[in-house]
């Protein structure tokens, strides 16, 4: 709350100063329209500053947003690994100090085992962010059959999220669909985006997995969800290192490091490809699409 006061403090600052530079400018001109030479030195200069004030306050407000997004993330990063760890113990804890049924006990690490889990892909999210940005890092280059790639990953989902048949639906040609590209890179692709369809769906979990092959060169997959959707001036940004979008207020359960869809966008460039998001608007779903170069 202070630092949003302090940002709005200096951007009015900034703006006040750009105006009264234009104040100036134009007041000098009118004081001095016979002296044409100093004229226009004068208005190259003053074109200059004003010039340099406007990309400084441009800096400076990048530097403040890209600040505070740092500051979500190690916030949200700690949580990630706080709150597993908290439980991990407390389980641990009631293990040792009391006698508990085996039923109970099972439950209990069942639930440790869940917390692990999550820890786990913290961890490998923050890493895999960092290998992804590596400069010169080669890909495998495989032979794969996009449509048993997206068969594994929501087999992976399904059981991961305890989810049954009709929660996820996946359509695709007959025909298989190769492309080329790093196995493992890929699965992180899709798991993220169908991890992220049932993380904002609050309600009933229904997705849609189209995989077409309708164009000689590309591959394209559609990940459609009925969760809180996105608002339109979010769909780009989602995709930005440690953006995290209002929306997930509506979903204040589901918490996250804003490093998924940077991610997938990072490792589907790297294969060629694109990726981009839909929404109908808030509350009304969502739907990612991905293409891929064909072999
Ligand atoms: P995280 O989920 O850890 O916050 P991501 O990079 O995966 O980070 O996603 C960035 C943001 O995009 C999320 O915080 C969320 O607001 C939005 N988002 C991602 N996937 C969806 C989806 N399927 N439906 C609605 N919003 C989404």
Not at 20 to 45: D, Q, S
Not at 99 to 109: A, G, H, L, T, V
Not at 180 to 189: A, S, Y
Not at 268 to 285: F, I, Q, T, W
Request: glycine letters at 6%.
């Amino acid at each position: 709350m202070r630092r949003r006061r302090t940002t709005i403090f200096f951007l009015i600052l900034g703006i006040c100063l750009l105006a009264i530079t234009v104040a100036l400018n134009v007041g000098w001109i009118l004081l001095n329209v016979r002296e044409v030479a100093l004229l226009i030195f004068g208005i190259i200069f003053f074109a200059l500053i004003i010039t340099g004030l406007t990309l400084n306050t441009i800096f400076l407000l990048r530097e403040i947003r890209r600040n505070e997004q740092h500051d979500a993330f190690l916030n949200a990063v700690t949580h990630e690994l706080k709150t597993p760890i908290a439980s991990i113990k407390l389980y641990l804890d009631t293990l040792l100090s009391r006698d508990i049924e085996p039923e109970k006990r099972r439950e209990f690490y069942e639930i440790m085992s869940a917390d692990n889990e999550r820890l786990l892909t913290t961890v490998q999210q923050v890493l895999q962010a960092s290998r992804t940005r590596e400069k010169g890092r080669r890909l495998d280059r495989d032979e794969l059959d996009l449509g048993v790639l997206l068969a594994e990953a929501i087999g992976i989902l399904r059981s991961r999220h305890h989810l049954d048949e009709s929660a996820v639906r996946l359509t695709m040609p007959t025909e298989p669909v190769m492309i080329t590209g790093d196995f493992r890179e890929l699965q992180t692709v899709f798991s993220n985006l169908l991890d992220n369809a049932v993380k904002y769906s609050p309600d009933e979990v229904r997705i849609s997995i189209r995989l077409t092959a309708q164009s000689a060169k590309y591959a394209e997959v559609f990940i459609k969800d009925n969760g809180v959707g996105i608002a339109r001036g979010d769909l780009k940004r989602v995709f930005k290192r440690f953006y995290r979008s209002s929306n997930t207020r509506s979903v204040p359960a589901v918490k996250g490091t804003g490093l998924g869809l940077s991610i997938v966008r990072a490792i589907v460039e790297k294969h060629g490809g694109r990726a981009s998001a839909s929404s109908r608007g808030e509350g009304r779903g969502s739907t990612f699409y991905v293409r891929l170069p064909r072999i």
